[in-house]
């Protein structure tokens, strides 16, 4: 099963990485990565848990996770923000 978890999460990241590389706009990309990390981070993290079946490092796989899930999207937040306040090409030019 972790072998599996983890060719998984292998496969999560090529076609991410295919994606990130078809999106022409950058909250495309940005988006696509935040979704890979997030996935692909998921099922490691599951499929070293199974493999150690141990409480002690199971706690910190959760840990982990639990950080990367709150900090993911605030930081994809930030930087879309950022990039939003940059780009004036969404404006009408009529103002």
Known sequence: MTSLL??????FIVFGMIGIF???SFY??????????S???????????????DMYYTSRYFMILLFMF???PVTTHLIAKK????????????S
Do not use: P, V
Not at 6 to 11: E, F, G, H, Y
Not at 39 to 53: D, K, N, P, S, V
């Open 6 to 11: 983890l060719m998984l999460s292998w496969l």
């Open 22 to 24: 078809k999106f022409k």
């Open 28 to 37: 495309g990309r940005l988006i696509t990565s935040s979704k890979i990390d």
């Open 39 to 53: 996935a692909a981070l998921l099922l490691i993290l599951t499929g070293l848990a199974l493999y150690r079946q």
């Open 70 to 72: 709150i900090t993911n």
């Open 83 to 94: 990039r939003h306040k940059e780009d004036k090409s969404w404006k009408s030019s009529s």
